[in-house]
Nanobody, 119 residues
Framework: QVQLVESGGGWVQAGGSLRLSCAPSGRPRYISHMGWFRQAPGKEREFVASINWTGGRTAYADSVKGRFTISGDNAANTLYLQMNSLKPEDTAVYYC????????????WGQGTQVTVSS
């Protein structure tokens, strides 16, 4: 069964940077979109950023605009999230997700990687 595998999480002080990576463990169906989501303790999972492989359009949550950058390799379905100027409120488990054609929603998820930002 195909899964997404995240890496790059860890601990960092406020103002620091981390880079998350994501890649499939097998061969998925054709992927149209990939994205990052996060879930903080006691909160629901929320959207962080996404990229549309057709045209490369990106989208960001307002809380991360100007600090986070999503990028990737369409051919390999690898995904990255460069996180700069991290804040304690960015602390969460970060999940990679993919939308496989013809699904209209994200149907492939990773197990998550912990990001902890200390003040």
């Amino acid at each position: 069964q195909v899964q997404l595998v995240e890496s790059g999480g860890g601990w960092v002080q406020a103002g620091g940077s981390l880079r998350l990576s994501c890649a499939p463990s097998g061969r998925p169906r054709y992927i149209s979109h990939m994205g990052w989501f996060r879930q903080a303790p006691g909160k629901e999972r929320e959207f962080v950023a996404s990229i549309n492989w057709t045209g490369g359009r990106t989208a960001y949550a307002d809380s991360v605009k100007g600090r986070f950058t999503i990028s990737g390799d369409n051919a390999a379905n690898t995904l990255y999230l460069q996180m700069n100027s991290l804040k304690p409120e960015d602390t969460a488990v970060y999940y990679c997700a993919a939308r496989q054609v013809p699904s209209s929603s994200y149907d492939l998820w990773g197990q998550g990687t912990q990001v902890t930002v200390s003040s």
